[in-house]
């Protein structure tokens, strides 16, 4: 994880949002957020960090992409359905029937598993889940949330980072690659192989450096 993701703020967001909306509705934004924040009460991630880090962390990787105000607001709230005693029924009355259908289709998305090396029915599940989404930005939302969780894999034991390691690499970077997102497509790539094959991943990062340094004193 970069440390800039642990210190996303809302002003982050906001100020982000206005930078290519300007007259957004940021005051539903932080209604979002508070409520987010609200719920999500003394969670923790596996870091020991404020569970609120990773939705805020989320919603700037979408800031970044200059995603629409609902994609902003699901990102906030994507994991309150499933993870504290929010209903879909408390995000409808509060945010309406389109957040409420986002946040219902990345949470419908986060419960499934998937567990395969064989490409022929790894892109059955990408078919699969472009079929779930009824609305593209489900997607958008999930592959930030995915990219998020990528980062900060460290915390978790090495059995599970090379699990969703494999299933990202398998699923959501030819995801975001076929949606055309190459920044999001490589960061992936380049995380899986970090868990994935770390001899491999650190030579290059090393070659990398290298030249890099090489460049700088030329």
């Known amino acids: 994880m970069t440390k800039a993701d642990s210190q ?10 206005l930078s290519y909306f300007p007259d957004a509705d940021i005051a539903l934004v932080r209604r979002a957020h508070d409520f987010a924040e609200k719920v999500h009460g003394d969670q923790k991630r596996q870091s020991g960090e404020p ?21 902003i ?25 389109t957040i409420a259908t986002l946040v219902d289709g990345v949470t419908k998305l986060s419960k499934i598993s998937f567990k395969t090396s064989e490409e022929k029915q790894a892109e059955n599940f990408r078919k699969m889940i ?36 494999q299933e990202t690499l398998d699923i959501y ?32 990062a090393s070659k990398v450096q290298k030249t890099k340094k090489e460049r700088e004193n030329y």
């Open 173 to 204: 970077a030819p995801i975001a690659n076929r949606l055309g997102i190459s920044s999001i497509k490589t960061e992936l790539e380049d995380l899986c192989l970090r868990y994935l094959h770390p001899d491999i991943y650190y030579k290059l």
């Open 8 to 17: 996303v703020s809302l002003d982050d967001i906001c100020n982000g949002i």
């Open 130 to 165: 472009i079929a779930m989404a009824k609305d593209i930005r489900v997607i958008l939302v999930k592959l930030a949330d995915r990219t998020h969780n990528m980062r900060t894999l460290e915390h978790l034991l090495p059995y599970k980072q090379k699990a969703i390691a």
């Open 73 to 97: 607001i699901t990102a906030l709230l994507h994991d309150t359905v499933e993870d504290t005693h929010a209903t879909l029924e408390d995000i409808i009355k509060n945010f309406g029937n």
């Open 51 to 71: 569970y609120m880090m990773h939705p805020r962390a989320v919603a700037k990787i979408l800031v970044d992409l200059r995603l629409d105000i609902p994609s």
